[in-house]
């Protein structure tokens, strides 16, 4: 079993920054790829970034060069940073551990947070 605790949304002006984190408990933190997909009202789940257990990275195309991924195996935690920000980026932000298949699909996911909430204001 694994409990996944995020934190750090907020509002937030167009073009400000925002740093999500994401607490992890019950497993090996550091063996395990980590996830973030975000959900915006009436829309499915949609990826956002990968972290792998040796840190390699992988970023949806809509957030790729603004947002960064990170993790700190001592502190169990994975983050989120997120700069200039959008109206568009606005939605709950979920973390979630990696079980098996496309690494942008959020079925290949199996542990899920209970999210928290970005507002981007124009």
């Known amino acids: 079993q694994v409990q996944l605790v995020e934190s750090g949304g907020g509002l937030v002006q167009a073009g400000g920054s925002l740093r999500l984190s994401c607490a992890a408990s019950?497993?090996?933190?550091?063996?395990?790829?980590m996830g973030w997909f975000r959900q915006a009202p009436g829309k499915e789940r949609e990826f956002v970034a990968v972290?792998?257990?040796?840190?390699?990275?992988y970023y949806g195309e809509s957030v790729k060069g603004r947002f960064s991924i990170s993790r700190d195996n001592a502190k169990n935690t994975v983050y989120l940073q997120m700069n200039s920000l959008r109206p568009e980026d606005t939605a709950v932000y979920y973390c979630?551990?990696?079980?098996?298949?496309?690494?942008?699909?959020?079925?290949?996911?199996?542990?899920w947070g209970q999210g928290t909430q970005v507002t981007v204001s124009s």
């Open positions: 972290i792998g257990s040796s840190s390699s990275t």
């Open positions: 979630a551990t990696y079980r098996g298949g496309a690494l942008n699909w959020a079925r290949s996911f199996d542990y």
């Open positions: 019950g497993r090996t933190f550091g063996d395990y790829v």
